[in-house]
């Protein structure tokens, strides 16, 4: 009973000595507190709705094009009828483009994004990662979303060479 005892308290003790600290954070909560993101949130707003008009009188002079193709094409030659399809097709491009250039992976809206909104989510991270720094924080959580994102951990942690080295490929 005695060695048990023992052997519970020195676990204990492992245990406890080796704990990490881990916390979490609400990211859109704290987006929501500063004013600077709502102003940048709003300013992207504006330019989004400037660009999905000018979208949609592209979309809209395109399906006038077509329309009247479509009540003229009885009276059009071949070659006029070709010519106009192509006139069609280049215009359809065109808008394509356009949504590209403004909502692509890296439109115009992307990059707006990063210059007003990066900055902003930059100094909340170190504040985080000083915060972490300073409190003894092995890791901290961003609980904003459905799925966790660690937002930070100390390297300390970090088992990566370990597994590689069980694995055979860091000596």
């Known amino acids: 009973m005695k060695k048990l005892f023992v052997l519970l308290s020195a676990f204990f003790c492992f245990t406890v000595s080796y704990a990490q600290k881990t916390v979490y954070v609400d990211t859109d909560y704290m987006l929501s507190k500063i ?13 989004t709705k400037t660009w ?11 399906d006038a094009l077509y329309k009247q193709y479509q009540v003229d094409k009885v009276l059009l030659s071949n070659d006029m009828k ?7 097709l280049d215009k359809e491009k065109e808008l394509k483009e356009l949504q590209k250039k403004r909502f692509g992976a890296s439109g115009d809206r992307v ?8 900055p ?26 459905s799925a966790y994102t660690l937002l930070y951990s100390d390297t300390k942690y970090d088992i ?10 860091v000596k």
């Open 120 to 145: 902003i989510q930059d100094e909340i991270f170190n504040a985080i990662k000083d915060i972490a720094s300073s409190q003894g924080y092995a890791y901290v959580i961003d609980a904003a979303s």
């Open 111 to 118: 990059k707006k994004e990063e210059e007003l909104i990066k």
């Open 82 to 88: 070709a010519k106009r399809e192509q006139e069609i």
């Open 160 to 169: 990566s060479d370990d597994v590689l080295r069980k694995l055979g490929y």
């Open 35 to 47: 004013p600077a993101y709502k102003e940048a949130q709003q300013q992207l707003d504006e330019l």
């Open 52 to 62: 999905q008009s000018e979208i949609e009188e592209q979309r809209t002079a395109l």
